[in-house]
């Protein structure tokens, strides 16, 4: 069906992994640094990729040989570089191999810090002198310049993310969750399998350069939620503590609704979990046997992607054969003969 590229495969990507694999048809590629925990993704089906993000020439190689990707950029904002500088080479590599889609997931700590429980949307002002949210604001431009240059981009600001293994029932359960200020600031959170159906809609019904608010219905104190889950687990209440106290660094307080009506309108997208009732519940099944509730597929994704051949090599290339394909390409296409190389640098290294 259609070739898929996750970057900075985390509790959200191997989610979407396993959805795509279970379903079939997929390929389905994983890069992340730490490959350990992605192993069991190669188990069933997933090709895995070692990507240092931080290194200038990474993506090529992690995109080479996909035909038309959806890519999915997943990767937290890295320490020491330029903000953007990451997503900016991604951004590149994806457009070099003929991407069909390029999918950010950023958040919204864009609007850093807002008034007690002020509703916002994607027309709310981005805090530009926020130093936490100007870490995502970069990455955000560096989509957009993606955009202006041809590639087909949507950005997904996501609300807190919950699920199985996930969330604030776990922290209740492990006794380190807390309160700010008795519980009385609003937030919003979206469950993890509605990120993957939203993922999954973005790509069919997208329009390029599109950015959307990514949270459930139902925005809440931090009180009620934790009220909420303290008398289902049968936990200990958790500890509140103040936002400002004396001779302390005041502690942000990321205090917001997040609207998402153009998310429902624009792509057509019923949220199967709409508030925290029900996908606490789904957690709760889940745990106890039942399958989780994959992301449907759009119909209209397949029409997203440019067609997939039929027939696959079953064995990666070697290097001989990458450099021999750089060399036919040099005059012609530098940058698939630039990826060439590299991906044959790393089979190189690691004898092959």
């Given amino acids: 069906m259609s070739d898929w590229a996750i970057l ?49 020439r990474a993506f090529g ?26 997503l900016r080479r991604a951004a590149d590599a994806a457009g070099a191999v003929g991407a069909s889609r390029f999918i950010y997931l950023s958040s919204t700590a864009v609007y850093g810090e807002t008034p007690d429980g002020e509703v916002v949307d994607e027309e709310t002002q981005i805090a530009l002198s926020d130093p936490e949210a100007m870490t995502r604001i ?50 919003s959170r979206v469950h ?65 609704q997040i609207n998402n009506a153009k998310v429902k309108r624009e792509l057509s997208y019923t949220f199967k979990y709409p508030t925290y009732v029900e996908g606490e519940q789904a957690i709760e099944a889940e745990a106890a046997g039942a399958a989780p509730h994959a992301a449907a597929p759009v119909a209209a994704e397949a029409a997203a992607a440019a067609p997939v051949a039929a027939e696959r090599v079953a064995t990666p290339p070697d290097a001989g054969a ?9 005059d012609s296409d530098r940058a698939r003969a630039r990826a060439a190389v590299e991906r044959a640098r790393d089979l190189l290294r690691q004898g092959r």
Avoid at 64 to 84: H, R
Avoid at 216 to 226: H, L, V
Wanted: charged share 20%; aromatic share 6%.
């Fill in 8 to 56: 900075g495969c985390g509790y959200v990507g191997t989610r979407l992994a396993r959805a795509l694999l279970a379903e079939g048809g997929h390929r389905v590629r994983v890069a992340a640094r730490n490959t350990t925990r992605l192993a069991p993704l190669g188990e069933i089906g997933a090709e895995i990729y070692a990507l240092d993000a931080a290194k200038s």
């Fill in 61 to 86: 190689p992690a995109l080479y040989g996909l035909s038309s990707p959806i890519v999915i950029y997943s990767i937290p904002p890295l320490a020491n570089m330029p903000s953007g500088e990451p």
């Fill in 138 to 187: 970069g990455e955000e431009s560096a989509v957009e310049m993606a955009r202006l240059a041809g590639l087909h981009t949507v950005v997904l600001r996501l609300a807190a993310i919950y699920g199985p293994g996930r969330g604030v029932r776990e922290r209740l359960k492990a006794g380190s969750y807390k309160l700010i200020d008795d519980g009385s600031h609003y937030f």
């Fill in 192 to 256: 993890v399998d509605d990120i993957l159906g939203i993922i999954r809609a973005a790509v069919a019904e997208g329009p390029g350069g599109a950015v959307y608010c990514v949270g459930d219905d139902k925005p809440t104190t931090q009180r009620e939620y934790a009220d909420w889950l303290v008398a289902r687990l049968g936990a200990a209440p958790p500890p509140s503590v103040a936002s400002l106290a004396p001779g302390k660094p005041r502690r942000a307080v990321r205090n917001r």
């Fill in 322 to 330: 990458l450099l021999d394909e750089a060399l036919a390409h040099f």
